[in-house]
């Protein structure tokens, strides 16, 4: 029943262009929670994402 890296990976991926399902969302929580390796990958999603909002609109 528990994910692998892999499938947290690409969840998180998929997550940056559409939204999840709860139980998708709560399986990833619970991965989250205890691997750091996931959680670190998270994170440079969300900065990454986050660098992008922040780009000026025109070049
Ligand atoms: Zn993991």
Do not use: W, Y
């Not at 969840?11 to 996931?38: F, N, T, Y």
């Amino acid at each position: 029943m528990r994910l692998t890296c892999q499938q947290v990976s690409r969840l998180l991926s998929q997550a940056q262009d559409q939204p999840l399902s709860l139980g998708e969302r709560i399986k990833l929580r619970l991965h989250l929670s205890v691997c750091d390796a996931c959680s670190n990958f998270r994170r440079s999603l969300g900065f990454i994402r986050q660098a992008a909002r922040r780009r000026p609109p025109q070049p």
